[in-house]
């Protein structure tokens, strides 16, 4: 049944006379009187008593009141549909790896929710190997999290540097020290996050170049958890600076000196999803704008 017509009726209805129906939807009064006698034909009822005034008959009466809702939610599913179409609309099952997920974006989502209220998203929090699966087995629409391994099925586009400090309790024999190798992280305990986290890999390889005995490591699955640890007096760690801010309470921050220990980070999709669609690239233009301008602060 045409949305228009169903329109044009309740129109009449509403103005008591279909030379008004007419006039308000900008209609010559022959196309009113043809939609209304196409209605009544495929409905197999007549739904006017045509005189000097139009009034409905049972049938007429009937099919106004059960249209009405009819009409009103087809109008919203169109609406719906054209803000789907436009990217104003629609659901997004995003990932995100801590520390990204704990302090960049709350803000950033909160942001976006405010100018697209019709998006509905979920957030999924893991580290970048899973996220890449659930990528892969098509469970997520993209990712913001770190280069994964290579994989010619994902496509990764690199938005900011995630860059990492030492953290060490301020009385520690580092802390001291203006300067801090990695050879001087040596002889002592650094909490260090699950061997699948791709920080960790990057920071072993790092340690592993510099040579010596085997470092003395604890380790904490939590990157966001890190911190705290180190608070404890458990030991010292190479956190992302974002997680300090401030720094906890009887810490010291120090820079890593001579070794490249940030990384890169960014959106990630499978390369069959690449460029994204509608909703999924609303946000991600977002996160491209807002993620490249605080990098360059």
Do not use: W
């Not at 803000?83 to 659901?91: F, N, P, Q, Y």
């Not at 909160?110 to 100018?115: E, I, L, N, P, R």
């Not at 992302?240 to 401030?246: A, Q, R, V």
């Not at 820079?255 to 909703?279: E, H, T, W």
């Amino acid at each position: 049944m045409d949305l228009k017509i169903l329109k044009t009726f309740q129109t009449i209805v509403h103005s008591g006379s279909f030379n008004r129906a007419a006039e308000e939807l900008n209609y010559a009064q022959s196309t009113v009187t043809m939609q209304m006698q196409k209605l009544e034909a495929d409905l197999g009822v007549q739904l006017f008593v045509r005189g000097k005034q139009i009034t409905l008959t049972e049938a007429g009466r009937l099919f106004h009141e059960q249209s009405i809702p009819i009409v009103k939610d087809m109008e919203r599913l169109l609406n719906s549909l054209a803000d789907l179409k436009i990217g104003e609309a629609g659901s997004i099952r995003v990932g995100v790896t801590d520390p990204s997920a704990s302090y960049r974006f709350p803000q950033l989502l909160q942001q976006f929710m405010t100018h697209f209220p019709k998006i509905k998203l979920s957030v999924d929090i893991a580290g970048t190997s899973v996220l890449s699966e659930r990528l892969l087995r098509g469970e997520l629409d993209f990712a913001l999290c770190s280069a994964p391994e290579l994989e010619k099925e994902l496509y990764f586009e690199p938005l900011f540097t995630e860059e990492f400090v030492l953290l060490m309790p301020e009385q520690h024999p580092l802390a001291l020290q203006q300067i801090v190798t990695s050879e001087d992280l040596r002889g002592h305990r650094l909490l260090i996050t699950a061997a699948n986290c791709p920080y960790r890999k990057k920071l072993e390889s790092v340690l592993q170049e510099s040579g010596g005995p085997p470092m003395n490591t604890m380790e904490v699955g939590s990157m966001t958890a890190l911190k705290y640890y180190v608070e404890s007096g458990l030991g010292i760690a190479l956190v992302p600076e974002i997680m300090l801010n401030p720094a906890p309470a009887g810490t010291a921050v120090k820079k890593l000196a001579g070794q490249d220990i940030n990384m890169s980070c960014g959106i990630l999709c499978r390369v069959a999803d690449y460029p994204l669609k509608q909703a999924s690239l609303r946000l991600q233009q977002f996160l491209r704008q807002e993620l490249t301008k605080q990098s360059r602060v």
